[in-house]
């Protein structure tokens, strides 16, 4: 009886030391530099995570080894982890690979033949055809049904370089898609937030008062709701980029799309839009779609968005606007002045599709944008968002909105540092 009683203890604290453990290690790119800001957060249970410090090292205490160890950031392949494989004694080395958020160019190579060479006219009309393909396919992988996706969103903020916010977003993005109305939207139900806040911006930011300053000095800062930046959901922007409403408005503009085999089973098709005032302003949106040659289902969209803007005699910044700008610029002394001469920026995301339930739905969506302001002296701000959103699960049966109950609670944590 006393040695079955033994082995029943030997057997539990076996049980127990497989599946709660401790883990270390240090993540790196291909050139083995350690990447801050990198989430891992377990499959099944998405809410235990942490991130990375500066120099790439984490540690996570996990409720079980018999998981998944997801590792994701902006611009890097996902890594999954089988920790039933991992020994928790020793540090792990996660080694990840570039991804880059927009497709790349296509490249073409084109050999010489004796077939005559298409007319303008026969070319649009080959590209009108196979969008109106494309976009009856599309009508079929998106369906008029909810969709319900599980996810873990990252997001950083930086101003010259350094983070200046981080979220972590777990919880339920949910699709209401009503296509017939045009009207479909996207509800958030958050489980658990958390949040990092560079307390040298936050101590400025709550510092600046517009009612130090005269009315006429603050009218353009007296524009800007506070609350309403408050209530902006970055997450929930990110994730915004319909398939079938860009097909339906753009698939009768053949002038704008080109078409490229780019190999035996993939066409690329790339909308370019342009809108400028020369020597002023210059727009460039692309649009690059990765469609299956063989069914006209789209696999991957992204966008990329190009802004330029240029002030000749440049804009005085009001003390109170300068005063605002300084509230989030670091490692600077801050401007005295500052006359704006111009602005530079690239906004870029993607989808990635997979099939589930004879349908496509979202794998997982990147996001990212930067720029730069700068003064007549050449003097810059520079700012940088990005965002990755990883989908864990997916529903499209038996889909109901929520309801403004349901909206409401989930938990916030505060970091007080980015590796905490």
């Not at 203890?9 to 030391?17: D, G, S, V, Y």
């Not at 080395?93 to 026969?122: A, F, G, W, Y």
């Not at 080109?258 to 020369?278: A, E, F, G, S």
């Not at 240029?310 to 509230?327: C, H, M, Q, R, V």
Request: proline share 3%; net charge positive.
């Amino acid at each position: 009886m006393k040695k079955s009683f033994l082995l029943f203890l030997l057997l539990c604290t076996a049980q127990w030391c497989l599946m709660a453990a401790k883990i270390e290690g240090r993540v790196v790119n291909s050139k083995g530099t350690g990447l801050s800001y990198v989430s891992l957060y377990l499959k099944h249970y998405p809410e235990v995570g942490t991130i990375t410090d500066i120099n790439g090292r984490f540690s996570l205490e996990v409720p079980s080894m018999r998981d998944s160890l997801i590792v994701t950031l902006v611009g890097y392949e996902t890594v999954f982890i089988n920790l039933s494989k991992v020994n928790a004694d020793k540090s792990l080395r996660i080694t990840m690979k570039d991804q880059p958020v927009i497709l790349n160019e296509v490249v073409v190579h084109v050999q010489k033949d004796s077939k005559k060479k298409k007319s303008k006219r026969e070319e649009r009309a080959e590209i009108l055809a196979f969008l109106q393909k494309v976009y009856d396919q599309v009508l079929k992988d998106f369906p008029n049904n909810n969709v319900n996706h599980k996810v873990v969103s990252d997001l950083t903020a930086t101003s010259d370089g350094k983070v200046v916010f981080f979220d972590e977003w777990i919880g339920n993005i949910l699709e209401i898609r009503n296509y017939k109305a045009w009207d479909d939207s996207v509800q958030m139900k958050m489980d658990l937030n958390k949040r990092y806040v560079n307390q040298e911006v936050m101590g400025s930011i709550e510092s600046f008062n517009p009612d130090d300053y005269s009315k006429r000095d603050r009218k353009h800062v007296d524009r800007v709701d506070m609350n309403s930046v408050k209530r902006v959901q970055p997450h929930k922007i990110a994730w915004e980029l319909d398939v079938q409403k860009l097909i339906y408005r753009y698939k009768s503009d053949a002038k704008h799309w080109t078409k490229v085999d780019k190999d035996n089973h993939t066409v690329v098709l790339t909308l370019t839009l342009t809108n400028k005032l020369p020597g002023i302003y210059k727009l460039v949106r692309k649009v690059v779609c990765a469609v299956d040659k063989d069914t006209y289902s789209i696999m991957t969209i992204s966008e990329r968005i190009n802004g330029e803007v240029n002030i000749p005699f440049g804009y005085k910044l009001t003390s109170a606007e300068l005063a605002l700008l300084n509230a989030f610029v670091l490692d600077k002394d801050g401007f005295e002045k500052y006359r704006l001469k111009g602005f530079k920026g690239t906004m870029c995301r993607n989808n990635i599709f997979r099939r589930q339930d004879g349908q496509l739905v979202t794998s997982e969506k990147n996001f990212t944008a930067e720029g730069y302001i700068i003064d007549n002296k050449d003097n810059k701000v520079v700012f940088g968002t990005k965002v990755k959103t990883k989908v864990i699960s997916v529903q499209t049966k038996g889909v109901k909105p929520y309801s403004p109950s349901e909206l409401t609670g989930g938990q916030i944590q505060k970091m007080s540092t980015p590796n905490h």
